[in-house]
C-alpha cells in the first residue's frame, strides 16, 4: 500500500534527559521523516538535550522547569501544524520503521492508532502485570479489547485530540485519558504489535507511586466515560446489604430496623448520582464534538 501524505504530518518526542537516546534514534527519524515536521519538548532537562535536539535542525520547545510527560505533550500538540500527530517516547524504545506500518492503519478508517506492546517487549515482569490490570479494567468499562492502555507510541488526528486536551494531566497518564475519551466519543481506535528496544538511560516512572496515580486516572476516566458502570455495581452491594439486612433482622426480631432502612436509602441515592453522572458525562461530550 503506497502511504498517502496530503495531510501534514507532525511528530512529537516528550523528553527528559534523554540526550543519550536522542544522540542515537533521533538522526535515523530526521532522515527517514524530513518531510514531516518534527517536534521535541524539553521537559526542563539538565542535560545536553535540548542542544543535541537543536543540532539536527528540527523544532524544539522548552519547559523553564520541568512540569510533566502530559504538559509536554500538551505544549507539542499545540504547537503542531500537522492534520496528523504522531507522539512517540525520547528514550530510543520506539522504532521510527513502525511509523509507516502505523499510519497505514490509521489511514484505514481510524481516529487513533496505539503501538501495542507484547509481554516479552515490557520494561518488566511487574510492569506487564501492571498493565495487563490496567488494560483489564479499561476493556470492561469500554466493552472493547484495550491491548495497551499506557502505551506513548501513537499516531492520531490532529482535530479529534485536540478536543481533549483539557483533559490530559500533567504527567504519565496522558495515553490513558486520550484512549478512554476516545472510546467514550465514539471514535475507532486500533492497534498494531511493535517491538520496542531496551530502554537507555534511566526510566523516571515510579513503579508503586505511578501505580497508584494510573489507578487514580482510570477511576476518574472511568467516571467520565461511564459512571454507572461504578455506581451500579456499590448501589447493588448496598441493596443486597439492606435486603440481607432486613430479612435477618425480619426473621430474628419480627421488625425492620434503621440499618435496613439506611443501607436501602443509601443505594437508592447512589444509583440516582450515578444517573445524573452519567446525564452529564453525556452532555460535556456532546459539547466537545461542537
Not at 507532525?10 to 527517514?32: D, M, R, Y
Not at 496528523?84 to 509507516?100: A, E, N, T, V, Y
Not at 490496567?134 to 492502555?149: H, M
Request: charged residues 15%; contains cysteine.
Amino acid at each position: 500500500m503506497t502511504l498517502n501524505l496530503e495531510h501534514a504530518i507532525s511528530i512529537i518526542i516528550p523528553a527528559k534527559n534523554e540526550a543519550s537516546a536522542l544522540k542515537l534514534f533521533l538522526p535515523v527519524l530526521c532522515e527517514q521523516y524530513a518531510h514531516c515536521e518534527i517536534i521535541l519538548v524539553d521537559d526542563g532537562s539538565t542535560d545536553d538535550t535540548y542542544e543535541v535536539a537543536q543540532s539536527l535542525g528540527i523544532k524544539v520547545l522548552r519547559h523553564p522547569y520541568s512540569m510533566g510527560n502530559g504538559a509536554a505533550i500538551k505544549t507539542g500538540a499545540r504547537a503542531a501544524k500537522g492534520d496528523i500527530l504522531i507522539f512517540m517516547d525520547g528514550d530510543g524504545q520506539h522504532q521510527p520503521s513502525d511509523i509507516k506500518i502505523m499510519l497505514e492503519r490509521y489511514q484505514k478508517g481510524y481516529d487513533l492508532i496505539v503501538g501495542a506492546r507484547s509481554k516479552q517487549h515490557q520494561a518488566s515482569t511487574w510492569r506487564w502485570l501492571g498493565n495487563s490490570l490496567y488494560n483489564a479494567i479499561a476493556s470492561w468499562l469500554v466493552g472493547q479489547s484495550v491491548l495497551d492502555l499506557t502505551s506513548g507510541f501513537r499516531v492520531v488526528n490532529a482535530k479529534k485530540f485536540k478536543e481533549f486536551i483539557h483533559l490530559i494531566p500533567n504527567g504519565f497518564s496522558c495515553p490513558t485519558t486520550i484512549t478512554m475519551a476516545f472510546f467514550r466519543s465514539g471514535y475507532a481506535v486500533g492497534y498494531i504489535p511493535i517491538e520496542v528496544k531496551q530502554r537507555i538511560g534511566v526510566s523516571h516512572l515510579k513503579p508503586f507511586s505511578d501505580g497508584l496515580k494510573f489507578l487514580l486516572i482510570i477511576y476518574k476516566m472511568a467516571i467520565l466515560y461511564s459512571p454507572l458502570k461504578i455506581f451500579i455495581p456499590f448501589a447493588a452491594l448496598h441493596f443486597i446489604a439492606g435486603i440481607s439486612n432486613y430479612t435477618y433482622t425480619y426473621i430474628a426480631q419480627g421488625r425492620f430496623t434503621n440499618m435496613s432502612a439506611v443501607l436501602l436509602s443509601t443505594s437508592i441515592v447512589i444509583f440516582l448520582i450515578g444517573l445524573v453522572s452519567e446525564q452529564i458525562t453525556c452532555l460535556m461530550y456532546a459539547q466537545n464534538r461542537h
